[in-house]
């Protein structure tokens, strides 16, 4: 999703009026960017992690969800719950981040590279991503 200047300054302007602000990230990823807005800002930020529906949480619930919505959501867990712990790198960029295809295919290009086990959560995969994750992976 990406914002013009205008809807950037709206939503600045609107958080100095919040209450508290809540960024669904790590405060360990976004470190600058949240003690910048602390001293800026006169309400309290909490970096609260993504956020995880609860009933997905439980491998039944988790399997019943994705067979009503159709995907192969279940098959992700199946594979993740087979690997040592601690073994996975998960990848989200997120919904608000406007990244170009050619980024995104050097982003997967140096994942399959590195040789980690990984999961990446992408609402969609660039065309060019895709073929080229099947055929490395």
């Given amino acids: ?7 950037r300054l709206r939503a600045i302007s609107q958080s100095r009026k919040a209450q ?13 960017a949240i003690d910048l807005l602390r001293e800026e800002l006169p309400c309290p930020i909490f970096a609260i992690g993504p956020c995880i529906p609860y009933m997905l949480l439980d ?3 988790r399997n019943n969800a994705a067979s009503q919505n159709g995907c192969a959501t279940a098959n992700y867990f199946t594979w993740l719950d087979s690997q040592p712990g601690s073994s996975i790198l998960y990848v989200s960029l997120g919904s608000f981040l406007s990244v170009s295809t050619s980024q995104l295919d050097e982003l997967a290009l140096g994942l399959v590279a590195s040789k980690i086990k990984f999961l ?17 992976v």
């Fill in 20 to 32: 508290c602000l809540l960024f669904t990230s790590f405060y360990e990823i976004e470190s600058k």
């Fill in 1 to 7: 999703m990406s914002m013009d200047n205008g809807t």
């Fill in 59 to 61: 491998r039944e619930s």
């Fill in 120 to 136: 990446w959560s992408r609402e969609t995969t660039p065309l060019g991503s895709k073929k080229r994750l099947e055929t490395q």
